[in-house]
């Protein structure tokens, strides 16, 4: 990842934005963020920095944070 600030985004499979935009630091490097994402629906998603970097991620009833 690049370093400094960025924008993260959870998307659903028809590209809309389903949580808030989140501003994370970031450094060059390995980044490790926690996102809450209880109140989602389960279901496909995808988390983007809106740069063209995004993520695959399945919400289970299972899947805490």
């Known amino acids: 990842a690049e370093g400094g600030a960025s924008r993260l985004y959870i998307l659903d499979l028809m590209g ?29 998603y995808y988390l983007t920095n809106g740069k063209g970097k995004s993520v695959r991620f399945v919400k289970t009833a299972s899947s805490s944070n």
């Open 16 to 44: 809309r934005v389903q949580t808030k935009d989140q501003v994370v630091e970031m450094v060059q490097g390995y980044n490790k963020v926690n996102i809450q994402i209880s109140d989602l629906p389960n279901g496909v």
